[in-house]
Nanobody, 134 residues
């Protein structure tokens, strides 16, 4: 069974930086696409950044130039380095990863790509809170 464990987050002042990390377990391959989404109170969930199994990165416009997503080679660990934070970045941040089509969770061809515009293809972590104060 695939599980995602997030770490990082917390409270920071505007202009500050935070790093989120997430490790996925249960896959039989490290060729897994991963992503970060966020949801603020009263708002819909939105995609923040993704990195597909080939290493291609996509960012939502609101975070381009401020956030960097990275994935460690040979591991299913993804990080989100957030800088120049704004109060509007406050949200619960969710780690996400490619959804297995069955068991076992791999190889990569057996995974549905979790991308910002394909959240239905994602498995989810429990979320970590980021609060940015002005």
């Amino acid at each position: 069974q695939v599980q995602l464990a997030e770490s990082g987050g917390g409270s920071v002042q505007a202009g500050g930086s935070v790093i989120l990390s997430c490790t996925a377990s249960g896959y039989t391959t490290t060729n897994v696409g991963m992503a970060w989404f966020r949801q603020a109170p009263g708002k819909e969930r939105e995609g923040v950044a993704d990195i597909n199994k080939d290493g291609r990165k996509t960012y939502t416009a609101a975070v381009k130039g401020r956030f960097v997503i990275s994935k460690e080679a040979g591991q299913n660990t993804v990080s989100l380095q957030m800088s120049a934070l704004k109060p509007e970045d406050s949200a619960t941040y969710y780690c996400a990863a490619d959804r297995p089509r069955g068991a076992p969770a791999g190889p990569a061809s057996w995974l549905s790509a979790c991308l910002l515009d394909r959240p239905a293809n994602c498995v989810w972590g429990q979320g970590t809170q980021v609060t940015v104060s002005s």
